[in-house]
């Protein structure tokens, strides 16, 4: 995880609740003197909901004033302070009260709501607070997380995680934007998300529930924050703030298997908490898909040295093909089509890499056998067919429940049939987990 680029915006040990989410702060501050700023830009605002207009960008940004708020329990907004945006769209607020979580800057264009933005963590006392520049994304991530807490649900999820799931631009956005429909159906299905990674997480016996992940995202996420106000591009920014998440959860103890089968658990219930409730379904999946594909990447790149490193390289490279396959797809009929097909490809990949580790000089007998039995343990591996009836965070932990031991099963009968004593069943046990272990799409 990169290092946070300063120390003012959150400090290294974060002491935030998801709880308080009232108006309450929880660093009382009566006099005014650990007030903090918060300073950034406006981007983007949404145009008046009849007008039919594109995004209002900045310079020149239509936006008058802004205002951190506190986001209530029932997912209304209290002013906490204001201030007036300058020509070029930037912002300083002074007078922020410190103590205060669960917190956002909306730009108000004619008193009209028309842009938002998350402010992740807790405000600390005296600090300066950056969000991200304020666009169509953050206004929808704002929203999305409002409705969260108005459904009691954030102890399900974060405002750091919906930052990692939630990775949409172009003029999907605007329809997503007029529709309380579909914000409501994208709020559901990130709870679920969040929901499912606690259960199998649990199910593994790690301790990563949704306030533990958020606290582990939280500096990367005002990471994240700082890379968009400097002007890097979302894809690079968003890129590097997957491989963050990543390297918090094994930093906390999961092993990559674990985030595995949890991120392809929760890119299932997301899509199918969707499905049917929003026009851009495609477009939402995809991201928590394709972090899934990246741990999964990542998993084989550990072996990349090894004595399996052949099998390695033939697992990352089809798993390389599927992201940018993946990340090509617009609609969730070419996600699912895509997602199949390239499941496919890894497999068969992976079948011929296991055999030739395996049974690379035997005889064709032998290698017939093993053979088999790389197809009996990819069928074992292929966790995208037990989540085809998970529709819930408890139905996905118990798709998932046995599934490890079953792999490592089917694993070790293919290295039976090798007649190979010396091979590491362990380390082609994960290889194939990588290989298969997809979400599955509807």
């Given at each position: 995880?990169?290092?946070?680029?300063?120390?003012l915006l959150?400090a290294?040990?974060?002491?935030?609740?998801?709880?308080?989410?009232?108006d309450?702060?929880?660093?009382?501050?009566?006099?005014?003197?650990?007030?903090?700023?918060?300073?950034?830009?406006?981007?983007?605002t949404t145009?008046?909901?009849?007008?039919?207009?594109?995004?209002?960008?900045?310079?020149?940004?239509?936006?008058?004033?802004?205002?951190?708020?506190?986001?209530?329990?029932?997912?209304?907004?209290?002013?906490?302070?204001?201030?007036?945006?300058?020509?070029?769209g930037?912002?300083?607020?002074?007078?922020?009260?410190s103590?205060?979580?669960?917190?956002?800057?909306?730009?108000?264009?004619d008193g009209?709501?028309?842009?938002?933005?998350?402010?992740?963590?807790?405000?600390?006392?005296?600090?300066?607070?950056?969000?991200?520049?304020?666009?169509?994304?953050?206004?929808?991530e704002t929203?999305?997380?409002?409705?969260?807490?108005?459904?009691?649900?954030?102890?399900?999820?974060?405002?750091?995680?919906?930052?990692l799931?939630?990775?949409?631009?172009?003029?999907?956005l605007?329809?997503?934007l007029?529709?309380?429909?579909e914000?409501?159906?994208?709020?559901?299905?990130s709870?679920?998300?969040?929901?499912?990674?606690?259960?199998?997480?649990?199910?593994?016996?790690?301790?990563?529930d949704?306030?533990?992940?958020?606290?582990?995202?939280?500096?990367?996420?005002?990471?994240l924050?700082?890379?968009?106000?400097?002007?890097?591009?979302?894809?690079?920014?968003?890129?590097?703030?997957?491989?963050?998440?990543?390297?918090?959860?094994?930093?906390?103890?999961?092993?990559?298997?674990?985030?595995?089968?949890?991120?392809?658990?929760?890119?299932?219930?997301?899509?199918?908490?969707?499905?049917?409730?929003?026009?851009?379904?495609?477009?939402?999946?995809?991201?928590?898909?394709?972090?899934?594909?990246?741990?999964?990447?990542?998993?084989?790149?550990e072996?990349?040295?090894?004595?399996?490193?052949?099998?390695?390289?033939?697992?990352?490279?089809?798993?390389?093909?599927?992201?940018?396959?993946?990340?090509?797809?617009?609609?969730?009929?070419?996600l699912?089509?895509?997602?199949?097909?390239?499941?496919?490809?890894?497999?068969?990949?992976?079948?011929?890499?296991?055999?030739?580790?395996l049974a690379?000089?035997a005889?064709?007998?032998?290698?017939?056998?093993?053979?088999?039995?790389?197809?009996?343990?990819?069928?074992e591996?292929?966790l995208?067919?037990?989540l085809?009836?998970?529709?819930?965070?408890s139905?996905?932990?118990s798709?998932?429940?046995?599934?490890?031991?079953?792999?490592?099963g089917?694993?070790?009968?293919?290295?039976?049939?090798?007649?190979?004593a010396t091979?590491?069943?362990?380390?082609?046990?994960?290889?194939?987990?990588?290989?298969?272990?997809?979400?599955?799409?509807?």
């Amino acid at each position: 995880m990169k290092t946070p680029k300063s120390t003012l915006l959150v400090a290294a040990t974060v002491m935030f609740s998801l709880a308080a989410c009232d108006d309450t702060p929880t660093d009382p501050n009566l006099d005014g003197q650990d007030d903090a700023v918060v300073e950034g830009r406006v981007d983007e605002t949404t145009p008046p909901p009849s007008s039919g207009a594109s995004p209002q960008p900045a310079p020149g940004t239509a936006a008058q004033t802004v205002s951190v708020v506190q986001i209530g329990a029932s997912g209304e907004y209290s002013e906490l302070a204001s201030a007036e945006v300058r020509i070029d769209g930037s912002y300083r607020v002074e007078g922020v009260p410190s103590g205060r979580t669960n917190t956002a800057v909306v730009a108000y264009v004619d008193g009209r709501v028309a842009g938002e933005v998350l402010i992740h963590g807790q405000i600390r006392s005296r600090a300066t607070i950056r969000p991200a520049p304020i666009t169509y994304e953050t206004t929808m991530e704002t929203r999305t997380y409002a409705r969260v807490v108005a459904a009691g649900r954030v102890g399900h999820t974060s405002s750091s995680e919906l930052a990692l799931w939630l990775r949409v631009d172009g003029p999907d956005l605007e329809s997503t934007l007029s529709s309380e429909a579909e914000l409501e159906a994208i709020a559901d299905g990130s709870a679920e998300a969040g929901a499912t990674m606690s259960s199998v997480f649990a199910g593994a016996g790690v301790s990563l529930d949704a306030q533990a992940r958020s606290e582990l995202l939280v500096d990367a996420a005002v990471d994240l924050a700082t890379d968009l106000l400097a002007g890097l591009s979302l894809d690079v920014a968003h890129d590097e703030y997957v491989e963050a998440a990543l390297d918090a959860y094994t930093g906390a103890g999961a092993r990559l298997e674990s985030v595995i089968v949890a991120t392809a658990g929760a890119a299932s219930t997301f899509d199918a908490m969707v499905e049917g409730r929003t026009s851009i379904r495609g477009r939402v999946v995809t991201q928590p898909v394709m972090v899934n594909l990246r741990a999964r990447q990542r998993l084989a790149a550990e072996y990349g040295a090894s004595a399996e490193a052949a099998l390695a390289n033939a697992v990352e490279a089809s798993l390389e093909a599927a992201r940018a396959g993946v990340e090509a797809t617009t609609t969730a009929a070419e996600l699912k089509a895509e997602l199949q097909a390239r499941l496919d490809a890894t497999i068969d990949a992976t079948a011929d890499a296991a055999v030739e580790l395996l049974a690379a000089d035997a005889s064709a007998t032998v290698r017939a056998d093993v053979r088999a039995a790389a197809e009996t343990a990819l069928a074992e591996a292929t966790l995208h067919t037990r989540l085809q009836a998970a529709a819930s965070a408890s139905a996905v932990a118990s798709a998932v429940a046995d599934y490890r031991a079953s792999v490592r099963g089917a694993v070790q009968a293919m290295v039976d049939a090798s007649g190979k004593a010396t091979a590491d069943a362990d380390a082609i046990t994960e290889l194939f987990i990588a290989a298969c272990a997809g979400a599955y799409i509807r």
